[in-house]
């Protein structure tokens, strides 16, 4: 009998034996290494795209059309750059560093969300990206609220208390533009248009075809899952749509009483492995932007870090 | 699975005041090459709703941590000396509130 | 010019310096060198905007011809604007940035720290309002100077050519002309003129721990008070007020 082997089943037993009791995992103790490597693929995923979502809104902070509308963007895109970067932190406990996460993104080892392939065409596109975007990443984040692994799901419970301005802020461009003139209403309805279906792929692939699903389940990472997520995004916005007087884009979508849920139309996979896999509009520039950003800010860094060793050099000679 | 990463700033963890009266919490971390860089960033990231009065900043690598496998060691015995708690001890009630 | 009139003028001066640089630095969101620092100058950015936002809106009502903060700021052409022709040159690189943010910084600071015990009190109360927020951002500014300036050779060579390109912008921020001697005269402005001094010890400090050279070039250049601007500043108000003026009949 391999004794390594029972003490690694032993071992795995008592993590699972925690997990189930709704005990939190915290950085230094034993996990199995494929939780660790999901962890690290999920939330470092999630933190570029924290991240790599700064630019698309990005694109219009220096075209925003009020003053105070500027200035509530600019908090908004800030708060998502503090986003990833908590996400980056947390990450970090297990033993990746944000440089090697880096990396990954930039050699395409690992990848953001795809919604962020689309282009914002429009001022109503902010609208919209806070409106339904941060919707859905508002459902999806408030069940990692509650996630087995402590640093992640603390992360969450920050990044969900500060992002409940973001989706309001959206909404409120919209009920703003579909209340205007008919240049404004047509810009929200085409938003909505272009936006509604990358937004429900965002909840991933059906639970029928969700390979990491069951495990991550009963791992306690993901508590609830995609359809039953997207199920929840669709009940709620479809009311916040019919208040602004605008269509979602589905013939399909029709309120079930039996299921007491709406039932919506089938979702174009292949439209969503096609900007996954590199045709988006803005796959490209996205990526690009992320990687000039950091490669060509390393030799701010390296001053940075010169500086600071000549600094500490300097006050060991004085001491 | 960690690469050379010498030209990484460093990794500081911080911890925030939110108002007199209370400890500082750990809030996370963040990268700085010093500590003033380290401080700075702490206000931009970690304070930007008026969320603390006081910041410390201190390098990841200088925090000794206990490990988890000295759990039993460290803070069980104190599990069976429940004389340190004040319900422990049964007073009459005339004595009043002590 | 009226008083009234002169005192719109002024606060035109104070609010297109803050916009103009608010909006340059947003220009960086998302292309900061470190994350870290994207969050800086957002920080930074916000409060610019949020000051701009204020002293626009006082500007309106002075003026009193029904001019708001967004009427101000997205209808106004190039020479309307009141601006330092140093906030409007472009970021170029991180350490342009910086360094066109250390020298309005510092002279932000004094200007406001004057104008915090201004006889009008609405400019008062902005001012010592905004100095908090300043007082923060020459921190931001010195340190990035220093360390770049005492870095690597090459963030040296940077922080130098970039503290030689923009040299030239620094005399104009001290001028004086009328509505500002008119200012001075009623208690409300600051003798700018009156700051150099104490504008040159500061920088001068931060330059020498920088290891860094106090620029020496023959050229100077100014106008801005009389709408005389760099090309720069159309292509930033073409993007500023694209919305605002593809459809003048929408609310936003």
């Known amino acids: 009998m391999d004794v390594a082997k029972t003490d690694f089943n032993d071992l795995e037993e008592a993590f699972q034996a925690k997990i189930d009791a709704e005990k939190r995992i915290e950085p230094k103790e034993w996990m199995p290494d494929k939780y660790r490597q999901t962890l690290i693929r999920q939330m470092s995923q999630h933190a570029h795209s924290e991240v790599v979502g700064m630019l698309p809104e990005g694109n219009w902070l220096t075209r925003a059309p009020t003053l105070k509308r500027k200035a509530i963007l600019m908090a908004k895109i800030q708060d998502e750059g503090g986003h990833g970067l908590y996400l980056y932190s947390a990450t970090e406990t297990l033993g990746i560093s944000r440089d090697e996460m880096f990396d990954q993104l930039h050699t395409g080892k690992a990848k953001y969300s795809t919604i962020f392939n689309y282009p914002t065409l429009t001022w109503a596109d902010i609208g919209a990206i806070g409106w339904l975007v941060d919707g859905a990443a508002i459902v999806n984040q408030i069940a990692l609220c509650r ?8 992360a969450m419970i920050r990044i969900c208390k500060e992002e409940s301005f973001h989706q309001r802020q959206g909404y409120e461009i919209m009920m703003t533009m579909a209340q205007g003139t008919k240049e404004q209403r047509e810009m929200a309805q085409d938003a909505l248009n272009r936006w509604w279906w990358p937004t429900l792929m965002m909840f991933g692939p059906n639970d029928t075809n969700s390979a990491n699903s ?9 508590r609830q899952s995609n359809d039953e997520l997207r199920q929840k995004f669709i009940d709620a916005t479809v009311p916040q749509a019919e208040y602004l007087k605008l269509r979602i884009p589905d013939d399909k979508l029709v309120w079930n009483e039996e299921r007491g849920h709406y039932d919506f139309g089938d979702i174009d996979w292949n439209e969503f492995k096609n900007v996954v896999s590199g045709n988006g509009l803005c796959n490209r520039e996205r990526l690009k932007a992320r990687v000039d950003a ?8 390296d001053a940075a870090l010169a500086y600071a060793a000549k600094k500490a050099a300097r006050k060991a000679e004085a001491a | 699975m960690t690469k050379d990463t010498h030209d990484e700033l460093p990794l500081y963890e911080v911890f925030i005041r939110s108002k007199n009266g209370l400890d500082h919490k750990h809030v996370g971390s963040l990268h700085a090459s010093d500590a003033e860089m380290a401080l700075t960033n702490a206000r931009d990231v ?47 009630d005339e004595v009043g509130h002590m | 010019m009226t008083n009234q009139e002169m005192l719109f003028e002024y606060l035109l001066r104070l609010g297109d310096n803050s916009l103009i640089l608010g909006q340059r630095l947003a220009e960086w969101c998302g292309h900061a060198p470190i994350l870290e620092e994207d969050l800086a100058l957002t920080n930074i950015g916000l409060d610019l905007i949020g000051q701009s936002r204020m002293l626009l809106s006082y500007a309106g009502e002075v003026e009193g ?9 997205f209808h106004r052409d190039t020479q309307a604007w009141r601006n330092l022709l140093l906030l409007e040159q472009p970021n170029g690189d991180f350490a342009k940035t910086m360094a066109r943010q250390f020298f309005f910084d510092v002279f932000q600071y004094l200007q406001y720290e004057a104008l915090s015990s201004s006889k009008d009190e609405r400019v008062a109360g902005i001012a010592a309002k905004s100095l908090k927020e300043i007082t923060y951002h020459r921190r931001h500014s010195s340190d990035w ?4 300036g005492d870095g690597t050779e090459e963030s040296h060579e940077k ?8 040299w030239g912008f620094v005399p104009e921020m001290f001028d004086m002309d009328a509505v500002d001697e008119a200012m001075v005269a009623d ?30 070039v023959s050229w100077s250049v100014r106008g801005s008070r009389d709408g005389k601007h760099s090309e720069h500043l159309g292509y930033i108000l073409a993007e500023m007020q694209f919305l605002q003026h593809a459809y003048p009949d929408a609310k936003w």
């Not at chain 1, 069951?214 to 993901?222: D, E, G, L, T, V």
């Not at chain 2, 900043?57 to 000396?81: L, Q």
């Not at chain 3, 100077?145 to 770049?148: E, F, T, W």
């Not at chain 3, 922080?159 to 923009?166: C, G, I, K, V, Y």
Request: charged residues 30%; positive net charge.
């Open chain 1, 294 to 301: 950091h490669d060509g800010g390393k030799w701010v860094r």
């Open chain 1, 147 to 154: 996630c087995s692994y402590g640093p992640y799901a603390r």
């Open chain 3, 187 to 216: 208690g409300i402005g600051v003798d700018v003129a009156s700051l150099r001094p104490a504008w040159d010890a500061q920088v001068n400090a931060v330059l020498a721990e920088a290891t860094l050279k106090r620029p020496d």
């Open chain 1, 214 to 222: 069951a495990q991550s389940m009963k791992w306690k990472i993901k």
């Open chain 3, 65 to 73: 011809k029904g001019r708001d903060e967004d009427r101000l700021a």
């Open chain 2, 46 to 92: 970690y304070t930007r709703r008026g969320e603390g009065v006081s910041i410390w900043v201190v390098k990841s690598t200088d925090i000794v941590a206990s490990s988890p496998e000295d759990k039993g060691n460290f803070y069980e015995p104190s599990d069976d000396k429940l004389y340190r708690h004040p319900t422990f001890f049964n007073l009459p």
């Open chain 3, 145 to 148: 100077v220093i360390r770049l």
């Open chain 3, 159 to 166: 922080m130098q050519t970039a503290l030689n390109e923009l």
